[in-house]
């Protein structure tokens, strides 16, 4: 009998043969573990998405989310509150160019690099795309260095869950309070000596009079740096893989770094690392001879989406020829991903770095372990041989 267990380790490790049987026998399904519905067909995961007067964020954006966040952060609201924090934490990013972030990204890139050219075997995650969208995300935000390696241990704790509750658990509810008081700190210090940051930019993001809250600013922050951190460099490390795996892949972009654009975009569609984010129904639904009540939680499998059939050809095939134009990776709708210029960015200068100084990576003998969540998708370690 099929089970689609979003909590399991099966799932943890290899998603996409539980997506196939999904999208093509239960595109409707009704996970019992969960306690969630299933979607993973292209077209009703853009359709959900969209639809967020019956597809909420209110309720949380992540099956087990915290009950504080939701109804204060960017990604657990909806408009007019969402339309508002949004506007106005638009408005601090777009204070600056995100390009004035290259040469900084250029440089933390660098100082890993020094520190792992010379070792025959390194672990990717550890030793680079973790420190170096820490240092990138600190940089933007203003985060000071000594802070980087309790800002990287917290934000994958308060991401997990018991695995035995399947509930946040004391250690992950007392990382996420960490990472807030460290905010609030942070925050009472911007107060008092204003930067030329984000933060600060936050603080005084004002739009025809309205400006964010003191607890706005705070939960916004703490998002950020949840939601940045993790994403991004889970992402990066997918794309490493892909390109270990693809040998060929590799070999064209150490010859045409400009391909790693194209090669961004095919792995966030062929492995994202935000699998699967959450809605609660507003209003009853029939969806394939299903009814769906409201109240009822509803799962959107992006990384499903994007390796659905009907809109993809030959979806399990990385193809840095692709260009696939529509894909999820970064979600779709009012809550598409707001820190995606960076994050491209980020990706896209430090692999070019990357490549150019060590251009024989190789993946060594390994077996993978995997994250335990239900929204986020990358190995816990990657370990590369290079020289
Ligand atoms: C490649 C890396 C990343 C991926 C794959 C990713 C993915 C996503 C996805 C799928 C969503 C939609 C969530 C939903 O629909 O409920 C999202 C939202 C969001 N992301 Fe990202 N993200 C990445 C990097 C970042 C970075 C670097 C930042 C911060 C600088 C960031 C900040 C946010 C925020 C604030 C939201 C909520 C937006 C809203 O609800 O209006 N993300 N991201």
């Known amino acids: 009998m099929f089970e689609f267990n979003p909590y399991s380790r099966e799932v943890d490790v290899d998603p996409f043969p539980f997506y196939k049987t999904l999208r093509d026998d239960y595109p409707c399904y009704w996970s019992e573990n969960g306690q969630c519905w299933v979607l993973t067909r292209y077209e009703d995961v853009y359709a959900a998405a969209q639809n967020w007067e019956a597809f909420s964020s209110a309720k949380g954006n992540m ?64 030793d680079f795309s973790s420190p170096v969208t820490v240092a990138t995300l600190s940089h933007l935000l203003g985060i000071p260095k000594e802070a980087h390696r309790e800002i990287r241990k917290n934000v ?16 992950n509810i007392a990382a996420f309070q960490w990472l807030k008081d460290y905010a609030a700190n942070m925050l009472e210090e911007r107060r008092k000596n204003p930067q030329d940051d984000l933060l600060t930019h936050l603080m005084q993001a004002e739009i025809e009079g309205d400006k964010l809250s003191d607890e706005e600013v705070l939960m916004t922050t703490t998002t950020l740096i949840m939601a940045g951190v993790e994403s991004a460099s889970s ?19 150490v010859e045409d770094p400009n391909r790693l654009t194209d090669a961004i975009e095919e792995s966030l569609r ?38 659905d059939e009907r809109k993809f050809p030959n979806p399990e095939v990385y193809d840095l020829d692709r260009k696939p134009r529509g894909h999820l990776g970064m979600g779709t709708g009012k809550h598409m991903c707001l820190g995606a210029p960076i994050a491209r960015l980020l990706v896209k200068t430090s692999m070019e770095e990357l490549l150019k100084r060590i251009p024989d990576l190789r ?17 816990l370690a990657l370990k590369l041989q290079h020289g």
């Open 63 to 126: 099956l087990d989310d915290f009950p504080e966040r939701t109804g204060r952060t960017l990604g657990t609201t909806d408009a007019p509150r969402h339309d508002h924090l949004r506007s106005l934490a638009q408005a601090a990013f777009s204070r600056k160019n995100v390009n004035y972030l290259i040469e900084p990204i250029r440089a933390i890139a660098n100082e890993e690099i020094d520190k792992i050219i010379d070792k025959r075997e390194f672990e990717f995650i550890g």
């Open 156 to 171: 994958v704790l308060a991401l997990q869950a018991d695995p035995e509750t399947n509930q946040k658990g004391p250690e």
């Open 235 to 253: 992402f990066m490390t997918n794309l490493m893989m892909n390109l270990v795996d693809h040998p060929q892949v590799m070999e064209r972009l």
């Open 270 to 307: 062929f492995n994202t690392s935000a699998q699967r984010f959450r809605r609660t129904l507003t209003c009853d639904k029939e969806l394939h001879g299903q009814t769906l009540k409201a109240g009822d939680k509803v799962l959107l499998c992006w990384g499903a989406a994007n390796r």
């Open 363 to 379: 993946k060594a003998d390994q077996t993978l372990e995997w994250i335990s969540s239900t929204t986020f998708r990358a190995p």
